[in-house]
């Protein structure tokens, strides 16, 4: 292979081999297939926007593990997916009910289909710090908006939180709504075992959409758009090939057809015996007598995906950063990191001494004096929501946008979303006011999205 120079694209990622990957992609580098897969739609393979062959197969079966009615393949992510389910049911200026801590691809779709959203702002649990959005909070919601078309809620979030969807459902139902779940993160929900949600679709949604990379051994791009009836298929499939690229990659699509038929022959089993890595996870660190917490202990009754490992570090005298850096400096790589916690994604392909691996790199990490963490009172996240001075679409397209740097964005309308990556919310929306808060927590953010060179694009002389 050929390449130019040193610290090119190659270089960075072989560096990323030998490393425990606590992280999505879920097959955690563990892939091995034929470069002739990559290959175009020709008479003799298929076409994944009118497909006939494979591809047509592939969905076929995928909708079944899922139980749907018909699910769609994609190689751009949940992104695709979720800008076509938006896109295919809500008209222009239509009324769609979303959470505030929504992934940035709904505003996406937002902007390009002139749909008006109405947030729901998420509530702090003050136990454990963690913002979640409650299912009582959106029943208000829909009952308060009834001119809403539809509503689209996250489950699981990043944490791992699953909100009780069937609450929800049945306020969606009651108020002739749409139900769309960005699901991005359960796409392991297929295969149901002990202790783990059921999946959106036998909750009651009417299309979800699932990242499948980041949980099952697929690559990065590869999901699916599901439906809970066939009707709005053929409308659905032709919004997509809008948003879609027109170049689908096979190895893509390949990697969710063997993964999918690997989870039906060995999901169930596989994902207890994932469960049960993670209990003997949890268990190093107390017999080793760590301070380090399992996160979902702290949520009271709330419902979680097992599978996902949240460590709250608070009580170990470090910040989830440190935590995060101790742990790279160790050759294992975790998936985030926030103030007091540090986020793990094992996987059904996770090497079978990965989390075992991780428990003792923590167990080398010193103790310090607790920290001493914010006073987190129970409630909105938002009891002021900043102030709109625009339509979403109008300051998201405004001609007269310009870059700002991030200290005197302050005030300014902003005409882009910007948050930190992951998880990929938005703490700036297109029209709002851009907050003090919003640029503080910008300016102090190791990575994020929408600021660029220290930049943010506002409209100016509004």
């Not at 239509?94 to 998420?122: E, Y």
Request: aromatic share 6%; glycine share 10%.
């Amino acid at each position: 292979m050929y390449v130019d120079g040193k610290n090119n694209m190659l270089d960075m990622l072989q560096a990323t081999k030998g490393r425990i990957r606590m992280h999505m992609p879920g097959h955690k580098g563990r892939l091995s297939f034929d470069s002739s897969w990559d290959i175009t739609e020709l008479p003799n393979t298929d076409d994944l926007f009118a497909p006939q062959g494979g591809i047509a197969q592939a969905e076929a079966l995928a909708a079944r593990s899922a139980g749907a009615a018909s699910s769609l393949l994609l190689t751009g992510g949940g992104t695709a997916g979720i800008m076509a389910m938006l896109l295919s049911l809500v008209p222009p200026g239509g009324k769609l009910i979303v959470p505030r801590d929504c992934h940035f691809s709904v505003l996406s779709a937002c902007v390009w289909g002139d749909i008006q959203p109405v947030f729901v702002w998420p509530r702090v649990h003050g136990a454990s710090g963690f913002s979640y959005i409650d299912a009582g909070d959106v029943e208000q919601t829909i009952q308060a908006h009834p001119d809403a078309l539809a509503v689209l809620v996250t489950r699981p979030d990043y944490r791992g939180v699953c909100m009780d969807l069937a609450r929800v459902a049945a306020a969606a139902k009651a108020a002739g709504m749409w139900l769309l779940v960005d699901e991005a993160h359960g796409a392991h929900f297929n295969w149901p075992v002990d202790h783990q949600p059921k999946g959106a679709g036998a909750l009651g949604a009417h299309l979800w959409v699932q990242s499948a990379h980041k949980t099952l051994p697929v690559l990065t791009g590869g999901a699916w758009l599901h439906l809970c009836d066939d009707v709005h298929t053929a409308r659905a499939r032709s919004v997509l090939r809008m948003v879609h690229t027109s170049s689908p990659s096979f190895p893509i699509l390949v990697s969710l057809d063997e993964a999918r038929a690997w989870m039906d022959a060995h999901g169930i089993s596989a994902l207890a015996t994932l469960h049960g890595r993670i209990q003997t996870f949890w268990r190093l660190l107390q017999a080793g007598g760590s301070a380090l917490r399992n996160a979902h202990e702290l949520l009271d009754h709330m419902d979680v995906d097992p599978t996902r490992v949240v460590i709250d570090v608070s009580q170990q005298g470090y910040t989830g950063q440190e935590v995060y850096d101790w742990l790279g400096e160790r050759g294992i790589d975790g998936e985030m990191a926030d103030g007091n916690h540090v986020v793990l994604i094992p996987s059904v392909w996770d090497p079978t001494d990965a989390l075992e691996q991780v428990g003792k790199a923590l167990l080398a990490l010193p103790k310090k004096p607790p920290l001493k963490p914010p006073l987190l009172m129970e409630g909105r996240t938002a009891p002021t929501p900043p102030q709109i001075a625009m339509r979403l679409r109008e300051a998201a397209l405004s001609v007269s946008a310009k870059p700002l740097p991030l200290a005197m964005a302050e005030g300014q309308v902003a005409a882009c979303c910007a948050g930190v990556y992951p998880p990929g919310i938005p703490l700036i929306v297109p029209g709002e006011r851009i907050t003090a808060g919003a640029v503080k927590a910008l300016a102090r953010a190791r990575h994020c999205f929408g600021v660029e060179n220290g930049a943010l694009r506002c409209v100016i002389n509004t």
